[in-house]
């Protein structure tokens, strides 16, 4: 996963990079190079290491960036970069900080909000424009299908960013869907909202109440005092566990911040086990045994030929691998079957 957090100037968006990478200090970074990769924790993947006592134990892992500030009018006046924009379009989602530091009104929040989206919608339709010119150029509405029903596609992607309107929420075939996924979009990419708030204002929001946003056009939500979160990281753990009862935050940023990622993006993992490495994988929810091995290696996709499968909870129940040989939980699966969160995996391929 990479995901990029953005934010209008003076949001707490630097400040809740540094929380989410448990970095005490950006200095030494230049704006908007800012890039840390974070294990995930996963207790499953601890146990494993435990039985296992492998040599390497390797948990998903998130890259996370700190992007430029962003304001609204920075796309038509080129406030924002080419390079910095490529960076954005190769993000997997989005984390935006909007600025609550003073209790601002819903109606400031929206307006923050809809500032930043209505930038992507600017930067999705430039990019739209220049490639249908290109093929215009090129002569290929006339002599060449595939690149006909590409202009055709991208026209009608025009007119709905014409409108103002994010590329999310235009309903696609599965073939216009594929079609576009190398544009990479950035009103079609998944976002979550971090609210930043004060920090005598933090410990009255229930985590609980979080959630999705109808007036954020439905986007997940999280309300974060980055700075209390940034001293959070940085903490031993016993001084931790103290500061955040004070402030009733039952979890830290980072792990909700995980949850959400995952959750947004569709995400489960499986892991695969033994005395060399013990290793979580992420991959999408829904995706078979084939396509799971490909995220091991393409190999062990191309040449996939079983895959001997067991759930972590049956694991641990009848504790080991012959166990659940014994226990019948233990099985052998093809390519189709749907990959499960936990599952423990060993790919069989040929030669």
């Known amino acids: 996963m990479y995901i990029s957090v953005i934010g209008p100037a003076r949001s707490g968006k630097t400040t809740l990079f540094q929380a989410l990478g448990g970095i005490e200090s950006a200095r030494g970074f230049s704006d908007g190079d800012n890039i840390i990769a974070i294990d995930v924790p996963d207790s499953r993947v601890d146990e494993m290491t435990r039985i296992f006592k492998p040599k390497k134990t390797t948990y998903a892992r998130i890259e996370l960036a700190d992007t430029v500030a962003i304001g609204e009018g920075n796309i038509k006046d080129s406030t924002i970069n ?9 993000s ?20 923050e909000f809809l500032g930043i989206i209505n930038e992507f919608i600017l930067a999705d339709m430039i990019q739209i424009e220049a490639r249908i010119e290109r093929i215009k150029k ?10 006909q029903q590409e202009i055709e596609l991208l026209e009608h992607l025009l007119v709905h960013v014409g409108e103002g309107k994010a590329i999310k929420d235009l309903e696609l075939s599965p073939n216009d869907e594929k079609a576009v996924r190398g544009f990479r979009f ?21 985590q609980e109440n979080e959630g999705k946003s109808e007036h954020l056009e439905g986007y997940p939500v999280l309300y974060v005092c980055a700075t209390l979160e940034q001293e959070l990281a940085v903490m031993a753990d016993d001084e931790r566990a103290a500061f955040m009862a004070e402030f009733n935050v039952k979890e830290s940023i980072r792990g909700r911040m995980i949850s959400l990622a995952f959750d947004t993006l569709g995400l489960i993992s499986f892991l695969t086990v033994g005395d060399d490495e013990c290793r979580a994988w992420p991959v999408r929810k829904g ?7 490909a995220a091991i290696h393409t190999d062990l996709s191309a040449r996939f030929i079983r895959a001997e499968v067991v759930s972590y909870a049956d ?10 040989k014994k226990a019948g939980v233990w099985r052998l699966e093809g390519k189709t079957y749907i990959v499960q969160d936990g599952d423990i995996m060993s790919i069989r391929a040929g030669a």
């Open 92 to 111: 997997d989602a989005f984390i935006l900080t909007l600025n609550n530091f003073e209790g601002a009104a819903r109606a400031d929040l929206e307006r």
């Open 186 to 206: 950035l009103s079609q990419k998944p976002m979550m909202i971090a609210i930043s708030c004060a920090e005598d204002a933090i410990a009255g929001i229930s």
């Open 138 to 147: 090129q002569g290929g509405k006339k002599d060449n299908t595939a690149l």
């Open 82 to 90: 080419a390079k910095t924009l490529q960076k954005m379009r190769s």
């Open 287 to 293: 995706v078979n045994a084939q396509e799971a091995a």
């Open 315 to 324: 694991f641990m129940k009848h504790g080991g691998m012959n166990e659940c």
